[in-house]
């Protein structure tokens, strides 16, 4: 199992999402450290620091633009683990997670998903506005979407503050929506302020 570490966040993420966090790193045959090359010396250390303190036997690995250093180790690691010990590492994974308190599996159900299907393009000032200006209680946002006046489909994904908006090319192409995941999502809210980011405003439809 490769658990993936977002460094401008994990420290964050560790306290709010506790338990989650820790058995992730706990059962990970590898720990990769994304966007590396946007990270504080101190954020690095912090995982690692995390890492070894509930995993020591899990090797960390820092990744620049999807590519891991160390690449050739790296899928050597990933293939290398018995298919037994895969198996006993999910057995136990599972029993953890059946295990779980009521405290943390609350830190678990406490977050919920919604989705949005977009029936018109959006304008993009508004849109990146309502998105920087998000209720704290939305840590994640992903989807697909098109602007007024842009040629093509785009993709949107936000992480705890962090906005990234890129031009892809699918096909089929994928149906426009958005969903937001967090915790205690007021949804009336989220779909009116969306619906005012509307070329032409009309309803959305929730799913």
């Given amino acids: 199992m490769v658990t993936v570490a977002d460094p401008k966040n994990f420290t964050r993420l560790s306290k709010v999402l506790k338990a989650i966090v820790k058995r992730q790193t706990q059962f990970a045959d590898v720990l990769v450290i994304s966007k590396a090359d946007e990270a504080t010396p101190e954020q690095i ?15 960390v690995y820092l990744a620049t633009n999807g590519r891991v250093s160390g690449d050739e180790d790296f899928r050597w690691l990933l293939v290398d683990v018995e298919p037994v010990e895969r198996e006993r590492r999910r057995a136990a ?5 059946e ?3 009521g405290d943390d599996y609350r830190a678990h159900t406490d977050f ?8 018109r393009p959006l304008v993009r000032d508004r849109f990146e506005h309502f998105m920087r200006h ?11 979407l ?11 994904m936000y992480v705890n ?3 990234y908006i890129r031009p892809v090319t699918l096909s089929p192409a994928p149906e426009e929506h958005l969903v937001f995941i967090g915790a205690k999502l007021d949804h009336a809210r989220l779909a009116s ?14 799913l």
């Fill in 45 to 59: 250390a912090d995982i690692r620091k995390y890492v070894e303190e509930n995993n020591p036997y899990a090797p």
């Fill in 93 to 97: 994974m599972r029993a953890s997670l």
């Fill in 99 to 101: 295990a779980l308190s």
């Fill in 112 to 119: 919920h998903s919604m989705s949005c299907r977009l029936l």
């Fill in 134 to 144: 998000l209720p704290s209680d939305v840590i994640r946002a992903k989807g697909f």
């Fill in 146 to 156: 098109r602007f007024e006046g842009e040629d093509g489909l785009w993709v949107m």
């Fill in 161 to 163: 503050g962090d906005l």
């Fill in 193 to 206: 302020d969306l619906a005012a980011c509307e070329a032409q405003r009309r309803a959305l439809t929730v």
